[in-house]
């Protein structure tokens, strides 16, 4: 009996030594795959590719800035006076609020404008993702210049 349960532990331990190594790759896995989604809504602003980004965006999409609270309908029409010349993403954090749903966290250096006026910064963003099947979408934005 003693010597079934010293196995039994070691097979724990052995376990237990595995889990994180495998939990930090896929959080490796889940921070690249979440980069590139937040680059590409990025990369589709720059190009002015709004049907792209209504693909990407929930119908129920809420936006917070300092001008205001916005629905979907406002937030593309808001990108589509964006000029956006270039932008550099860094710092991404994942926090797993569920299976279902993800908050990206990040800073942006922003070079653009908005209907004439500079809008070229840094920036804190965070998005909040929500996985509906296999796809994912995003569901809130904001942005808040950084001091």
Same mark, same amino acid.
């Given at each position: 009996?003693?010597?079934?349960?010293?196995?039994?532990?070691?097979?724990?331990?052995?376990?237990? +030594?595995?889990?994180?190594?495998?939990? +930090?790759?896929?959080?490796?896995?889940?921070?690249?795959?979440?980069?590139? =989604?937040?680059?590409?809504?990025?990369?589709?602003?720059?190009?002015?590719?709004?049907?792209? +980004?209504?693909?990407?965006?929930? =119908?129920?999409?809420?936006?917070? $800035?300092?001008? @205001?609270?916005?629905?979907?309908?406002?937030?593309?029409? %808001?990108?589509?006076?964006?000029?956006?010349?270039? $932008?550099?993403?860094?710092?991404?954090?994942?926090?797993?609020?569920?299976?279902?749903?993800? +908050?990206?966290? $990040?800073?942006?250096?922003?070079? @653009?404008?908005?209907? @004439?006026?500079?809008?070229? %910064?840094? $920036?804190?963003?965070?998005?909040?993702?929500?996985?509906? @099947?296999?796809?994912?979408?995003?569901?809130?934005?904001?942005?808040?210049?950084?001091?």
């Amino acid at each position: 009996m003693r010597r079934a349960s010293c196995l039994f532990l070691a097979a724990a331990a052995m376990l237990s +030594i595995a889990a994180p190594s495998r939990a +930090i790759a896929q959080s490796k896995d889940d921070l690249t795959k979440f980069q590139n =989604r937040e680059t590409a809504v990025w990369e589709s602003v720059k190009n002015k590719e709004l049907a792209s +980004i209504r693909k990407v965006f929930d =119908r129920n999409f809420v936006s917070v $800035y300092d001008a @205001g609270i916005f629905d979907l309908t406002e937030e593309l029409d %808001g990108m589509s006076k964006v000029m956006l010349r270039s $932008y550099r993403l860094s710092d991404f954090k994942l926090h797993r609020i569920d299976s279902q749903n993800m +908050i990206v966290s $990040y800073k942006a250096v922003v070079d @653009g404008e908005m209907s @004439g006026q500079s809008i070229s %910064g840094n $920036y804190n963003a965070l998005t909040v993702w929500h996985r509906s @099947g296999n796809r994912w979408s995003v569901s809130a934005h904001t942005e808040v210049k950084a001091r």
